[in-house]
T-cell receptor
Framework: DPKIIQKPKYLVAVTGSEKILICEQYLGHNAMYWYRQSAKKPLEFMFSYSYQKLMDNQTASSRFQPQSSKKNHLDLQITALKPDDSATYFC?????????????FGPGTRLLVL | QQKVQQSPESLSVPEGGMASLNCTSSDRNFQYFWWYRQHSGEGPKALMSIFSDGDKKEGRFTAHLNKASLHVSLHIRDSQPSDSALYFCAASEGNYAQGLTFGLGTRVSVFP
């Protein structure tokens, strides 16, 4: 059974619209993260949460807003979508967010903005 | 300049052969390193972590860390077709809930 679930797997959106990417983890972890993977770029860290509190935000744009309704959920709301937002978005989690904790990644949501 | 650089960009290895991947960091604050593997259409999967100088072996995979030169390597022995994937080196300063810094990856292809 998958331990980190991301929904949907694929998403097509029009420029200017808003979408929410869902992430749920069943590893019992307390820290969760969002990353973005674009062509020709390294995996890029976006946000981290620990015990449902925002710990780090490396995104320059306020159009990206994480939302944590439950301890094991960390959704990503993206507003005013742009074609440059097209990428695969990965959710990850780690035991407690300690520096040496391994981060485990979900299968990703592939977003295409037209 | 990227803080984590990987080489080579791609690598072809015969089945049963040895694959050697390299990773160099330009940030001396990085203390912790991981190797991840990503098959097409999937998320990155952690292969192993290495935090101390020297070698660390897990099955067919051996990682080596030299903190003085900020160099990490990964060696895959007895390569299998299922090892064909994109391999990432990732690093962290070790701060609480800090995101990982990834390299661009090395694409490994294992041919029969």
């Amino acid at each position: 059974d998958p331990k980190i679930i991301q929904k949907p797997k694929y998403l097509v959106a029009v420029t200017g619209s808003e979408k929410i990417l869902i992430c749920e983890q069943y590893l019992g972890h307390n820290a969760m993260y969002w990353y973005r993977q674009s062509a020709k770029k390294p995996l890029e860290f976006m946000f981290s949460y620990s015990y449902q509190k925002l710990m780090d935000n490396q995104t320059a744009s306020s159009r990206f807003q994480p939302q944590s309704s439950k301890k094991n959920h960390l959704d990503l709301q993206i507003t005013a979508l742009k074609p440059d937002d097209s990428a695969t978005y990965f959710c990850a989690s780690s035991q407690d967010g300690q520096g040496r904790d391994t981060q485990y990644f979900g299968p990703g949501t592939r977003l295409l903005v037209l | 300049q990227q803080k984590v650089q990987q080489s080579p960009e791609s690598l072809s290895v015969p089945e049963g052969g040895m694959a050697s991947l390299n990773c160099t960091s330009s940030d001396r604050n990085f203390q912790y390193f991981w190797w991840y593997r990503q098959h097409s259409g999937e998320g990155p999967k952690a292969l192993m972590s290495i935090f101390s100088d020297g070698d660390k072996k897990e099955g067919r995979f051996t990682a080596h860390l030299n903190k003085a030169s900020l160099h990490v390597s990964l060696h895959i022995r007895d390569s299998q077709p299922s090892d064909s994937a994109l391999y990432f080196c990732a690093a962290s300063e070790g701060n609480y809930a800090q995101g990982l810094t990834f390299g661009l990856g090395t694409r490994v292809s294992v041919f029969p």
